[in-house]
């Protein structure tokens, strides 16, 4: 028997109503994670991912209704190349870290790919963050390192969807 944190059986939701991608909105901005995030999510960004059927907003709630954890995840873009699919934002609720919900989140954006015909998933992080041990602990390997127009150091790290 496990002696370490309990682990609780979590449901993945798919956004399926504009009150459900307004409380992903709110998770993303709240003061906790914007800062974790380094940017501000834009309403209409994940209105417009809501719409689309090449994109998926992904939710974990606590028992309390709230969420805890969320993930957008495009399959199609301007920006991506053809089989390539991108992660574009995943949050977890600091007091929900190390309880296997980001890598939960990415498994079903990973699933959500596959059944759109990409073979890879990409994602940027902020290059000194702690999240990129995170990313390397899923399976992201580093592909390429590059800078904002603002001259924040990010990475981009890349996973096969095979």
């Known amino acids: 028997m496990s002696r370490g944190k309990k682990v609780k059986l979590m449901k993945v939701s798919s956004a399926t109503s504009p009150d459900d991608v307004e409380r992903i909105n709110a998770f993303f901005n709240s003061t906790e994670i914007k800062t974790d995030l380094h940017w501000f999510t834009y309403r209409d960004t994940l209105d417009r991912a809501f719409e689309r059927e090449d994109r998926q907003l992904l939710y974990v709630d606590n028992d309390d209704g709230e ?3 969320a993930l ?3 399959c199609q873009s301007r920006v991506l ?3 390539e699919a991108q992660i574009r934002l995943v949050a977890v609720s600091p007091d929900n870290r190390d309880e296997g919900l980001g890598r939960l989140l990415c498994e079903c954006a990973e699933a959500f790919a596959r059944r759109q015909s990409q073979d890879r998933m990409i994602a ?3 290059a000194s963050a702690p999240a990129v041990e ?3 602990s899923i399976g992201y390997d580093p592909l390429e390192e590059w800078e904002t127009r603002g001259g924040r150091s990010m990475l981009t790290v890349q996973k096969p969807l095979d």
Do not use: L, N, R
């Open 81 to 83: 190349d053809p089989g």
């Open 124 to 126: 940027d992080v902020v």
């Open 134 to 136: 995170f990313w390397k």
């Open 72 to 74: 957008m995840v495009w």
């Open 67 to 69: 969420i805890i954890g």
